[in-house]
Nanobody, 119 residues
Framework: QVQLVESGGGLVQPGGSLRLSCAAS????????MGWYRQAPGKQRELVAA???????NYEDSVKGRFTVSRDNAKNTVYLQMHSLKPEDTAVYYC?????????????WGQGTQVTVSS
């Protein structure tokens, strides 16, 4: 079983920055893709950014140039650095990790961290 613990959310003014972290722990064999999703009130959960274990990244169009996803494989941690935040970035942010073992692969979710962009 893999547990994910997120941190770094909060309230920030428009134009500000935040850094989210998500650390995986437990019986870890091999972590493949890691990513961040977000869900705003009344909207579906959407992919924000993802990174493969080889370092390739993918971003949702509205965050390109403002957000950067990265990972530290030694710490089993994924980060989301967010700059130039806008009110429309307000949402609960969830990390997602694809973990594989000899028994197969599963996706795990963090508990979610609130990001609020408001003056």
């Amino acid at each position: 079983q893999v547990q994910l613990v997120e941190s770094g959310g909060g309230l920030v003014q428009p134009g500000g920055s935040l850094r989210l972290s998500c650390a995986a722990s437990g019986r870890i064999f091999s972590i493949h893709d890691m990513g961040w999703y977000r869900q705003a009130p009344g909207k579906q959960r959407e992919l924000v950014a993802a990174i493969t274990n080889g370092g390739s990244t993918n971003y949702e169009d509205s965050v390109k140039g403002r957000f950067t996803v990265s990972r530290d494989n030694a710490k089993n941690t994924v980060y989301l650095q967010m700059h130039s935040l806008k009110p429309e970035d307000t949402a609960v942010y969830y990390c997602n990790v694809r973990h594989c073992s000899v028994y197969g692969c599963d996706n795990y979710w963090g508990q979610g961290t609130q990001v609020t962009v408001s003056s």
